[in-house]
């Protein structure tokens, strides 16, 4: 059973451009989860989705990040005009249910420089 | 609210020694608190979880964690370490009722041969 896929593993992006992250959550799980991780830093929550819903963006900056989770096809965290403040390590999870009890099993990770 | 403290950013320790790495939480509902490692460059492991139950909660790689609600702590300790448990260790707490994480900065164990 694979585990969730996120790519790209690597990504660099001049100031101005535009950032595309993907993630395919694990087989049957239909509920995914964004988090960042800045330099020197723990995770932080930004946005959870179910299929073709945006439950929760409390932790997603107001201007230039948005997500989706189509009907078919990978969740995508999209960063428009990307700044040097955007470097960072995006983390997605998934789980099954949703609830609090259980766990959200990560994929490795995009790891964004932005020069 | 919640949040999660770790008090430790870098424990070093000898290879085989024991090793303690402490996590305290707040929160105003039930929680589920979690312990995830991470090697460099790769995403978060699991290493256990407490959801209710025995206070004592026993991971793999030989960690083990005990949930001490009276000091609102979830430690994380292993009896003898090995090299290859050089990583980042998150402690997160969950609640009843959110699905959110929440995650400590985390503590770097450095295991010296």
């Known amino acids: 059973n694979a585990g969730v896929m996120q790519n790209p593993r690597h990504l660099v992006r001049r100031r101005g451009q535009e950032a595309r992250l993907r993630c395919s959550p694990m087989k049957g799980h239909s509920h995914v989860y964004w988090y960042r991780q800045l330099p020197e830093e723990g995770l932080k929550f930004m946005v959870y989705?179910?299929?073709?819903?945006?439950?929760?963006e409390s932790g997603m900056p107001k201007e230039r990040f948005s997500a989706e989770f189509p009907k078919e096809g990978p969740s995508i965290l999209r960063i428009q005009q990307v700044v040097r403040g955007d470097s960072a390590a995006y983390f997605c999870a998934s789980s099954p249910l949703g609830t609090g009890e259980e766990t959200q099993y990560f994929g490795p990770g995009t790891r964004l420089l932005v020069l | 609210a919640q949040s999660v403290t770790q008090l430790d950013s870098q424990v070093p320790v000898f290879e085989e020694a024991p090793v303690e790495l402490r996590c305290n939480y707040s929160?105003?509902?039930?929680?589920?608190l979690f312990w995830y490692v991470q090697y460099p460059n790769q995403g978060l492991q699991l290493l256990l979880k407490y959801l209710s139950g025995s206070t004592l909660v026993k991971g793999i790689n030989g960690f083990e964690a005990e949930f001490n609600k009276s000091q609102t702590s979830f430690h994380l300790r292993k009896p003898s370490v090995h090299i290859s448990d050089t990583a980042e260790y998150f402690c997160a707490v969950g609640g009843k009722g959110t699905y959110k994480y929440i995650f400590g900065t985390g503590t770097r164990l450095k295991v010296l041969a």
């Open positions: 929160s105003s509902v039930s929680v589920y």
């Open positions: 989705l179910q299929k073709e819903n945006i439950i929760d």
